[in-house]
Every structure is written in structure tokens, then in C-alpha cells.
């Protein structure tokens, strides 16, 4: 494949003052899920995951937990990489921003952007959230009842700063910016959050300040030291320094570059898809493809935060609930781009009907009956196959086209209804086919019913992988799908009839509430 695009996704780099909670886990599940799929397909894939470290933020966590930033961020960054394995992410790098590699990537990011005359030394006098990390102007705050300023978006606190700064000549961008929107249509998704972003960037961009003076936590400005860069642009170039920036002419940098998605939260939305197509096309660089805002979470209908105590920390719902439904959850539960509620009562609603009874009870019922009626080895449908087996297996065929659509703009959710549709299609079939009553009258005709079930649930669990990695390969395993005949092309190469089949064991068990739960 020399030569070839690798497709390049990121997930935001997660500011490590926090604990990782379920909206970190969401963001980099979906990632995952597309790199998976890629993969899959034979794509060659890099998958970006990794950590904000600088900041004024952060620096105030580590003076709070009365360590160095270094020091504080070498311990919590490891938090943001223990999740990754507990989610079984499949990221391929993990970014740090205090590495090395990226303090050189900035730093070039930053004289690319000087030496285009596109940096100029000013002093800023305005609102700073620490919370957000971000300038505000008056028409974006309010005022609370007791008197403190806060971000009408976010409800951050602000502070009134005051400084010399260099500034990036973020207004004379404006028509270029549009213009870029213009031509690519996609480049922000969904739709609704591309006419928010458009109708921003129309009505006047100021020049932006990059660098801070009044703390020392960060990357140093070349050629000026006093200052430090701005959090949000150095956080930004984390996504080219992971492919080998400043190195452009590299052999990663090409392949990857630009970036096929950034997926982030409606949060940060306009720092991805304003400020940094802005410094890229300012430092001579292509912007992304595409950048996508999902929706947010809250826990039983309130705002998630650690100040109400309701933090959902994926640990905890694995532990509960198994990691494959938590993931088939997130995914399914709320159409991908909306704002969706966390629920005790919605997970196990999930975690039973979809999982336990949809599909657990179909591979479980035709399994076993392979099992105990065959021998275990799989029938030879070839002599007594009908057209309803044909009907069930084209169904299966048909969803391939559907997921790459559906994935191609991020529906995750409509991806798992339509193998779910299938699923139910599958479940029908058993029903009208009652191969339990075939056993004794024609069992020839039970073998072709059983063949296109174990079929159908091959072609199932392969799409399955990118979902749920662990129970997908169960499946498989189960159906003595050999590790190498899982990919996307292996969907149209058959079961071989006469292969045999290990005793099945039952992949989602039912979800039962514990005595002390409401
Ligand atoms: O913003 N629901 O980092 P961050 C859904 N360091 N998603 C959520 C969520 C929720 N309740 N809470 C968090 C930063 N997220 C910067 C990013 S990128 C160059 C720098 C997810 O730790 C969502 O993806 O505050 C959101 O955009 C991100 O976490 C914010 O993570």
C-alpha cells in the first residue's frame, strides 16, 4: 500500500486535572470504533489519543495537590492511558504535551506562523476563564446573581487579565475561513454545528492572543521566554506533531497528514474547526478533513460534574455492567452528535433486551442446537436450502454497504440499529423455521436452517468487532471462525459445512439487580 492515505483520527487530548469520567470514554470509544473498522477493512489506520499537560489549569491542580507540574502530570497522565486498556482502545500513539517531540513541533508551529508575519507582539486587557482555558469578549458573559462574571457557553468563571501578549491575526482570516467552509461542506459535522460555526466566524473574528506572561507553565515562546504559548495552540499541534511535524517531507507526515478526522465535544468545538484551520493554512499547512462535535452526557438528567458528585468513571460501569455493553451503550443509547442521559434503568434495559435476549439468546439457541443435534459439527445446508435461508443470508450481505455509509458521517447509532434489524430478521426466521421441530421429521432440512443461522451470526459478529471487540471474537470463536478469516473481505467467503464447533457458552449474561439496588 505504498503510497497510499493512511486514515489519521484524533480524539482531543484530555486535560489531566481531571479524572477520566464516561464523556472522555465516549469521545475516544467512537474513534475507536472507526479505527477498528478501518482496520478491518484493510485500511492502514493511525489513531491518536493522549494529554493536555500545560496550562494554567493544570498548573493550579499541581500546586492544589502540592506537586511540580511535571511531576503531577507523569502521575495523572497514566489515569488517561489505564483507561484506554480498560476500554480496549486500539489507539496506536498516545501523546503527551510535556514530551519533547512536541515542544519541538510547537515551537516550529510557532516560527512557521512568525516568519509568515502572521504573529504580532500587543498586550491583551480582557476576560480569561482558567476552567475553559479560554479569552472571552463582554457579549459572551453574564453576570450571576452574587456578582461573579461567568461564560454564557460553559458557565466558567472568568478573571480579568491583563498582560503583554503576541496575538494572531485571527481577523484576517474571516473571508478565508468561509471560503474554506464553502468548498468543504463536510468539514464540520453534524450540520447544525456547521451553521453555529459559519454564523460565528461571519460575524467578525478578532485577532486571537497566544501567549501568556502572568504564569510560566508551558511551552516557551522562540525568541522571547518571558512568554509562554497559549495552552489551546499548543494543544492543537499536538495532532501534527503525533505524524512527525516539523518533519513535513517525512514518510508519517505524508501519509497521514491532513488528518482525516478530529472528533471532539460540542465544548471545543470552535477552538477545532475556527483557530486551528486558521494557524494551519496561516503556518502553510492543509487543515483537516473533517471535525466532528458530539453531543453530552449527563447522569440521570443532572449535569455531570465533581463538584455535584455524580462523576461516572468508566471503571465503574465495567465493572458493573461488563465492558461490550458499556460500549454497545454509549453507542446505541443516543443518536451520535445529540446530547444523551446516562441511566441505570436505560443500561440494563440495553444490557438485557439488545444484548442478552436479541442477540445472546439467538447465538445461544442456534449453538446449542448445532451442539446437540449435529454432533457439533456444522450441517450441510447444500441439498435443502430455500429461498427464506437465501432471504436471511442476503440480509446480513446488505449491511456492509450500510455501515460504511453510515459510519462515513459518524451514525453509530443507525450503524448498530440496522445490525440489530438483522438480528431481529434472524430471530423471526428461527421462529417460523422451528428447527426443533425438524429434528425428527427432516433433519436434513433443520441442518440448512441451523447453516443459514450460523451464517447470519458469522456475518453479524465480524461487523460486531468494532463495536465489542471481546464478545464478537467469542462468537467467532464459538462458530470456529479461524483469528485470520475475520476481516471485512472475509464476510463473503461461507462457513465450510462439516467444521466442528466447540460447546457454546452464553457471551451477554442477563443483567439481574442486586438486592440493595433501587
Ligand atoms: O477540552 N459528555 O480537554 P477536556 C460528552 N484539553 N463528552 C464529554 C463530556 C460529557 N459530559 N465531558 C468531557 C479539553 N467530554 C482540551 C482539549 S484538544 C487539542 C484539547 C469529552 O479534558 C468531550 O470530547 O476538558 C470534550 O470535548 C472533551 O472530553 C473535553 O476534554
Redesign the pocket.
Known amino acids: 500500500m505504498a503510497g497510499s492515505k493512511t486514515y489519521y483520527l484524533t ?5 489531566v486535572n ?1 479524572a477520566p ?4 470514554a ?2 475516544t470509544l467512537a474513534c475507536d470504533v472507526l479505527a477498528r473498522f478501518h482496520r478491518l477493512d484493510g485500511k492502514e489506520v493511525f489513531f491518536l489519543t493522549g ?2 499537560e500545560h496550562g494554567q489549569k493544570v498548573e493550579k491542580a499541581a500546586v492544589e495537590a502540592g506537586v511540580d507540574p511535571q511531576a503531577f502530570t507523569d502521575r495523572v497522565s497514566v489515569n488517561f492511558r489505564d483507561l484506554a486498556t480498560a476500554m480496549a482502545f486500539s489507539n496506536d500513539d498516545f501523546i503527551r504535551t510535556t514530551e519533547d517531540r512536541h515542544t519541538r513541533s510547537a515551537q516550529a508551529i510557532w516560527k512557521a506562523l512568525a516568519d509568515n508575519g502572521e504573529i504580532y507582539l500587543g498586550s491583551y486587557a480582557g476576560w480569561y476563564a482558567v476552567r ?2 479560554a479569552f472571552y469578549t463582554d457579549s459572551e458573559l453574564e453576570t450571576r446573581a452574587d456578582g461573579t462574571k461567568v461564560a454564557k457557553t460553559s458557565g466558567a468563571t472568568v478573571e480579568w487579565v491583563e498582560e503583554p501578549s503576541y496575538f494572531f491575526r485571527l481577523s484576517e482570516w474571516q473571508d478565508r475561513l468561509l471560503d474554506f467552509y464553502d468548498k468543504n461542506p463536510d468539514f464540520i459535522r453534524p450540520e447544525s454545528r456547521r451553521n453555529e460555526v459559519v454564523s460565528f466566524v461571519r460575524s467578525g473574528l478578532k485577532d486571537l492572543s497566544v501567549s501568556r506572561t502572568t504564569f510560566e507553565w508551558g511551552i516557551p515562546v522562540p525568541g522571547d521566554e518571558a512568554h509562554i504559548m497559549y ?2 495552540l499548543d ?2 499541534t ?2 501534527i506533531t503525533a505524524v512527525g511535524y516539523p518533519e513535513t517531507d517525512s514518510e508519517l507526515f505524508r501519509r497521514c497528514w491532513p488528518a482525516d478526522l478530529h ?6 468545538l470552535r ?2 474547526a475556527v483557530y ?1 484551520p486558521a494557524f494551519l493554512m496561516a503556518a502553510g499547512l492543509e487543515p483537516p478533513k473533517r471535525v466532528f ?6 447522569n440521570e438528567g443532572q ?2 460534574s465533581k463538584s455535584l458528585g455524580n462523576v461516572i468513571e468508566p471503571n465503574a460501569l465495567i465493572e458493573r455492567y461488563g465492558l461490550d455493553p458499556v460500549r454497545y451503550f454509549l453507542l446505541r443509547e443516543v443518536p451520535f452528535g445529540n ?2 442521559d446516562f441511566s441505570h434503568r436505560a443500561m440494563v434495559g440495553r444490557l438485557n433486551g439488545d444484548l442478552a435476549n436479541d442477540l445472546g439468546n439467538l447465538c445461544q439457541r442456534v449453538l446449542s442446537m448445532i451442539s446437540r443435534n449435529c454432533g457439533g459439527s456444522l450441517p450441510d445446508p447444500t441439498t435443502r436450502q430455500t429461498e427464506a435461508d437465501v432471504e436471511l443470508i442476503t440480509g446480513a450481505d446488505a449491511l456492509l454497504p450500510r455501515l460504511r455509509e453510515e459510519l462515513d458521517v459518524q451514525a453509530f447509532h443507525t450503524a448498530l440499529a440496522a445490525i440489530w434489524a438483522v438480528i431481529g430478521e434472524a430471530n423471526r426466521y428461527i421462529d417460523s423455521q422451528a428447527p426443533w421441530a425438524l429434528r425428527k421429521t427432516d433433519p436434513e432440512r433443520m441442518g440448512a436452517v441451523l447453516y443459514a443461522l450460523a451464517e447470519t451470526i458469522r456475518k453479524i459478529a465480524i461487523l460486531l468487532q468494532i463495536f465489542m471487540p471481546g464478545s464478537a471474537a467469542a462468537i467467532l470463536e464459538q462458530l470456529s471462525v479461524p483469528t485470520a478469516a475475520r476481516t471485512l473481505s472475509d464476510l463473503d467467503v461461507p462457513l465450510r459445512p462439516g467444521v466442528s464447533m466447540p460447546k457454546p457458552q452464553p457471551v451477554f449474561p442477563r443483567y439481574v439487580e442486586e438486592e440493595e439496588e433501587p
Open positions: 480524539t482531543p487530548i484530555y486535560y481531571d469520567h464516561i464523556g472522555h465516549y469521545t494529554t493536555d475553559d482555558e495552552v489551546w494543544a492543537l499536538n495532532y472528533m471532539v465535544g460540542k465544548d471545543i477552538f477545532h486551528w462535535a458530539h453531543g453530552w452526557w449527563t449535569k455531570i446530547d444523551g
